[in-house]
Antibody, heavy 118, light 107 residues
Framework: EVQLVESGGGLVKPGESLTLSCAAS????????MNWVRQAPGKGLEWVSS????????NYADSVRGRFTISRDNAKNSLYLHMNSLRAEDTAVYYC???????????WGQGTLVTVSS | EIVMTQSPATLSVSPGERGTLSCRAS??????LAWYQQKPGQAPRLLIY???TRATGIPARFSGSGSGTEFTLTISSLQSEDFAVYYC?????????FGGGTKVEIK
């Protein structure tokens, strides 16, 4: 069974940093591209970043480029999102997703909440 | 950036009725479109990819159609478990973008 389990969320102050992790199991992690997608409270979905299976290609939303860094460790079956210079508008549930058929997100984690507030 | 516009924002449907949700792209995304369902407090779930292919385990009452800029998700006979928010997403161009969602509620 495919499982994606995010961790690392919490309450931070504006300007601080946080690193999210996503532990993957039930599939060959090193063979799949992965994504981070976020959802602000009561709002819709926003794609944040994507990374290919061997980290060759990485993309970011304009809203996070230069502040967030996506990475992965295929030996540990883990995906990461390093978030710097956090802002109030980064407050959201962050989901880890697997890029499946035709680049859609076929599996999602349960999400981890990041709250940026003074 | 490709803007995805979903309509209506809220769809009120009686159980057993047909529900039709629309998604429009600001420029062609060919067939690189997915639909997701999200229930309160849960992560989204993939329903449709490639505009019309049902994901694994998705009931046949869900169907997707369209290409280019106009797409439709049809739920042929709404069941109680189908009342949720539905999002479309294009993955034809970076950045990947989602529509604002359609809430399907019980009439």
């Amino acid at each position: 069974e495919v499982q994606l389990v995010e961790s690392g969320g919490g309450l931070v102050k504006p300007g601080e940093s946080l690193t999210l992790s996503c532990a993957a199991s039930g599939f060959t992690f090193r063979s799949y591209s992965m994504n981070w997608v976020r959802q602000a409270p009561g709002k819709g979905l926003e794609w944040v970043s994507s990374i290919t299976s061997s980290s060759t290609y990485i993309n970011y939303a304009d809203s996070v480029r230069g502040r967030f860094t996506i990475s992965r460790d295929n030996a540990k079956n883990s995906l990461y999102l390093h978030m710097n210079s956090l802002r109030a508008e980064d407050t959201a549930v962050y989901y880890c997703t697997r890029e499946g058929m035709e680049s859609s997100s076929d599996y999602w984690g349960q999400g981890t909440l990041v709250t940026v507030s003074s | 950036e490709i803007v995805m516009t979903q309509s209506p924002a809220t769809l009120s449907v009686s159980p057993g009725e047909r529900g039709t949700l629309s998604c429009r792209a600001s420029q062609s995304v060919t067939s690189n479109l997915a639909w997701y369902q999200q229930k309160p407090g849960q992560a989204p779930r993939l329903l449709i990819y490639g505009a019309s292919t049902r994901a694994t385990g998705i009931p046949a009452r869900f169907s997707g159609s369209g290409s280019g800029t106009e797409f439709t998700l049809t739920i042929s006979s709404l069941q109680s478990e189908d009342f949720a928010v539905y999002y479309c997403q294009q993955y034809n161009n970076w950045p990947l973008t989602f529509g604002g969602g359609t809430k399907v509620e019980i009439k």
